[in-house]
């Protein structure tokens, strides 16, 4: 019923930028809090920026200042702005939303199918 669909990873040496998207789509009835994690081999999944639907925004300290966070809730989408990227940033970028689907509502989590951030010269 719900699809979570990210783009936007790749390979891009230290210094350098990129932009993840997340669009949700199916049968929404609203959208809570939306965010990303990331794994890194041989790591847990971490938590790395989180907005909530008033806009309220958490970023893991060692992104504060570097990564961006923002959604359009017209688009259903989640944007991670992410600048001067780090090798330690490498690892596989997960979005994150709690969506409210169906009648009588049911809030869920849902997971997109992640993408690779490779940050290496």
């Known amino acids: 019923q719900v699809q979570l669909v990210e783009s936007g990873g790749g390979l891009v040496q230290p210094g350098g930028s990129l932009r993840l998207s997340c669009a949700a789509s199916g049968s929404i009835f609203s959208i809570s809090a939306m965010g990303w994690y990331r794994q890194a081999p041989g790591k847990q999944r971490e938590l790395v920026a989180l907005?909530?639907?008033?806009?309220?925004?958490t970023y893991v300290r060692s992104v504060q200042g570097r990564f961006t966070i923002s959604r359009d809730n017209a688009k259903n989408t989640v944007y991670l702005q992410m600048n001067s990227l780090k090798p330690e940033d490498t690892a596989v970028y997960y979005c994150?939303?709690?969506?409210?689907?169906?009648?009588?509502?049911?809030?869920?989590?849902?997971w997109g199918q992640g993408t690779q951030v490779t940050v290496s010269s």
């Open positions: 994150n939303t709690q969506i409210t689907t169906g009648w009588p509502p049911v809030r869920d989590d849902y």
């Open positions: 907005i909530t639907s008033g806009g309220s925004i």
